[in-house]
């Protein structure tokens, strides 16, 4: 019920500054809506309340989206409600349809652009029921154009009184959580060549990179919009994170070869302390990177891996092999990553040329077409039956019922079950009619003057706002501020109308309703379900890379495939097995550029006709196993034994080529897929006496 969180609730000085900025910014963009004469001047004050936030350049960023989702649905009304409003029924599909339609849009792009899509369907829906309502006295055209300004007026006074009041800027946020990132990283270096424990730490260590890479991404698209450090360094941090990527898959990768390594014998971990701090004191001494110097290695290097090699067994030699490959991989990553990062510090946006930038002009991020589906679904739904009853009803408020209910269907959608969030937004929209009706009844016929109204609005104001930094009370107080500032339907008169009011509140009410039945019978889904369809995209990008050769468009594809297990880590699963699952799918995509080799390996021309039909009869076995698991996720023991038997047969063929070096990487890359992708390990195929050495 919160009641406890709420009474023990005790804000902080910056809660405290955040609420004072925001009551300030809602009471100017109210002052200017009243002086302006504007229709409902609430949905400025609304608005500021909507688009606040602690950080300047995500209230500018809102600002600017926010303007231009309500430009595009404002246009929309006016070109719509001519033509359709004398067939109210056709007219509610046409706009359920749109409605639907961008928030598909707004889900496939998981970047603050993605505000612009829900906002032009919504608004769309907004202007349109108030010029219904107001049919008598008002044009769509002035509603639309109402509607423009209280955005305009709300988003101006937030972004002015954000960024010149005690501004917060972002900038500093992303750096210290790059930071964090980039020292992780190394955490996890040390702990793969250092731990003979094999500790899961870093396994979880790894997961958190990949989610905070993904997170970081999304706000580097903020930076733009204020004055703050790293301003206008979007696309390098960007780039830089992308980059990011490619060093976590190493690190998986790494991990699994000295797995493999200590199973057969652990000899030779004598030198990798010396190794470590080898490669260690190489990175290190990276300051202010020229590009001449991004494919370097530590002097070290070679000297390291033949003393590797002289304790290694000879079973061992091919895994040793692919373990020098990942970390002279890891290396250059990670030299790339400084050099960015040091241009990014100086302020300088540059990307050296000899650098393979992965960012593209639209993010190679995970897109769930099918979630993005069902949403639209159950707002076309929601959208339709909110105004059936408003048409069949009669009910006056009814166009505000059809304005919240578009409103909550699209705001809540992202999440995977948005039904508790909506019941919260219910709770809320109860208490704000609670609090609404002693304010119009008892407070509100002693105001006159703007003042008074500045006076009796602030304790409930402030004391609201100061929760909304906070995430476990937001969800309550939000609904319970919107509500109560859209309910009391201020208006220059200083005056109140009863009947209007209840009607209002109810509306507040019922509009979520209608949302939380659309989108428990159509969209929601548990964490489980989520992670299973996620893992089902994972397995049709693993079969999409065997026919992708090596080069920027794979490394483009390994992005997304990471991005996609960034957003994977974010399920809170129960399913013990879901999250083996889990935890498997990024040990998979460490080695999917061992699919994108057999690509390679297929087109060389100087392989004779046997090793290349294997080749391709081991892609279309590999084709056939991931396309099963995209179906069922288990893969049948008889599938994974037709692909050993594959990949045993490439080996056999390679005993009849000349070229040593092809044959090596041929063997790195059988050893990669089997072990990191079908996970066999060296005790599965061999006696215990062979694993231990003995």
Known sequence: MLIKPILAFRPSRMDMVFAVKTFVAMLLALFIAFSLDLTYPMWAAGTVIIVAHPYAGMVSSKAVYRILGTLIGGIVAIVLTPQ????PIFFTLVLAGWVGLCLYLSLLDRTPRSYVFMLAGYTTVMVVCSS???ISTHSVFDMALGRILEISVAVVCSAVVSS???PVHLGTLVQKRVQKTLDDT???????????EHSHRYTQLLAAITRDTSDIHALAVHLSYERGALQGMTKSLQELLHQVSMTVANLVAMSERVAQLDQIDTCYRQVLPVLHEHVLQFLRAQHHVRVDQLKQLPDSFEQDFTALSELATAEQQIILHALKMDIRHFVENVVTIKCLWDLIQQGDKRIPEQIVTLTTTYPSLHRDHGVAVRSAVAAVIATIISFLLWIYSGWHAGYMMAQLTAVTVCILSGLDNPVPALRLFIRGSVYAAIITMFYAFVIMPEVHEFWQLAFVLAPLSLYLLSMLPNPPLMGLALPMLINFIMSLNLQNRY?????????TALAGVVGPIISIFAIYFIRAMSPETTASRILALHYRAMREALFIPYGVEFR??????LDRIGVLNTKLVQSEQLKQAMNMALVECSAVINLSRLAEFVQNPDISVNLQQAFIALQHSL?????????QQLLPEALKQQVFAELLHVEQCLQDEPNAD??????????NIRSSIFHEHPSEKMPRAAVTGA
């Open 84 to 87: 359709f409003i004398d067939l």
């Open 132 to 134: 219904i309502n107001s």
């Open 164 to 166: 010149t009041l005690f």
């Open 186 to 196: 190394r955490q996890v270096f040390r702990s793969i060549l250092t731990d003979p």
């Open 495 to 503: 005056s109140t109308d009863a009947v209007l009011l209840i009607d």
């Open 556 to 561: 483009i594809h390994l992005r997304s495939m």
């Open 623 to 631: 084709e056939q196993a991931f396309w099963v698991q995209e179906k």
């Open 662 to 671: 092809f044959c090596m990487r041929v063997k790195m890359n059988i050893n």
